[in-house]
């Protein structure tokens, strides 16, 4: 079993930051990609920021120059610091893991989700 942990959603105002974190535990043989994503009421999943093993990352438009991912594989676990928030930023955001298992099955991990809500 894999399970992805996310930590630090909250309120925060307009123009403030938050660092998101999500740890990945369980029968782990090697993570590939990972990833953030956000559902906002009404809408669609988008994709926030996306970090592959190794190589670029990559950002929506909406978040390019005020957010940076970044992961820890010693500690499996994958951060997103996002500074300059703006209400539209409010959602859930979940984070995603491409997994290998140590039974060498390879699926796509889903975290339970965070909310962040920022005030105007």
């Known amino acids: 079993q894999v399970q992805l942990v996310e930590s630090g959603g909250g309120l925060v105002q307009a123009g403030g930051s938050l660092r998101l974190s999500c740890a990945a535990s369980?029968?782990?043989?090697?993570?590939?990609?990972m990833g953030w994503y956000r559902q906002a009421p009404g809408k669609q999943r988008e994709l926030v920021a996306h970090?592959?093993?190794?190589?670029?990352?990559n950002y929506a438009d909406s978040v390019k120059g005020r957010v940076t991912i970044s992961r820890d594989n010693a500690k499996n676990t994958v951060y997103l610091q996002m500074n300059s928030l703006k209400p539209e930023d409010t959602a859930v955001y979940y984070c995603?893991?491409?997994?290998?298992?140590?039974?060498?099955?390879?699926?796509?991990?889903w975290g339970q989700g965070t909310q962040v809500t920022v005030s105007s």
């Open positions: 970090i592959p093993r190794g190589g670029n990352t």
């Open positions: 369980g029968s782990i043989f090697s993570i590939n990609a």
């Open positions: 995603t893991a491409h997994i290998t298992t140590k039974v060498l099955t390879t699926n796509t991990y």
